[in-house]
Nanobody, 124 residues
Framework: QVQLVESGGGLVQAGGSLRLSCAASGRIFSTYAMGWFRQAPGKEREFVAAISWSAGRILYADSVKGRFTISRDNAKNTVYLQMNSLKLEDTAVYYC?????????????????WGQGTQVTVSS
């Protein structure tokens, strides 16, 4: 069993930055692929970024490429999402997720564990 706890969300002005963290319990975090997803009010959950267990493969949604960076520290059982140049449309609840398969993917159905989410609100 893996438990995920996100932190770092908040209110930021457009153009600003935030760094989200996701702390994972469990000894085998380092073997899991990790992903970030987001869900805005009235919309479906959408893929943001994902990273393989070794950080050798990284995926980004087109909407965040060049602005967001996913990284992980297996020694700290933590995955990060650095978000720069934030836009109003980035407002959402952000969730981290863990996939036992180890390879990153964009489909939320492949992820086995989810955090409770952290709110990110971008204001004008």
């Amino acid at each position: 069993q893996v438990q995920l706890v996100e932190s770092g969300g908040g209110l930021v002005q457009a153009g600003g930055s935030l760094r989200l963290s996701c702390a994972a319990s469990g000894r085998i975090f380092s073997t899991y692929a990790m992903g970030w997803f987001r869900q805005a009010p009235g919309k479906e959950r959408e893929f943001v970024a994902a990273i393989s267990w070794s950080a050798g493969r990284i995926l980004y949604a087109d909407s965040v490429k060049g602005r967001f960076t996913i990284s992980r520290d297996n020694a700290k059982n933590t995955v990060y999402l650095q978000m720069n140049s934030l836009k109003l449309e980035d407002t959402a609840v952000y969730y981290c997720a863990a996939d036992r398969g180890g390879a990153p993917g964009t489909n939320p159905n492949r992820y086995d564990y989810w955090g409770q989410g952290t709110q990110v609100t971008v204001s004008s």
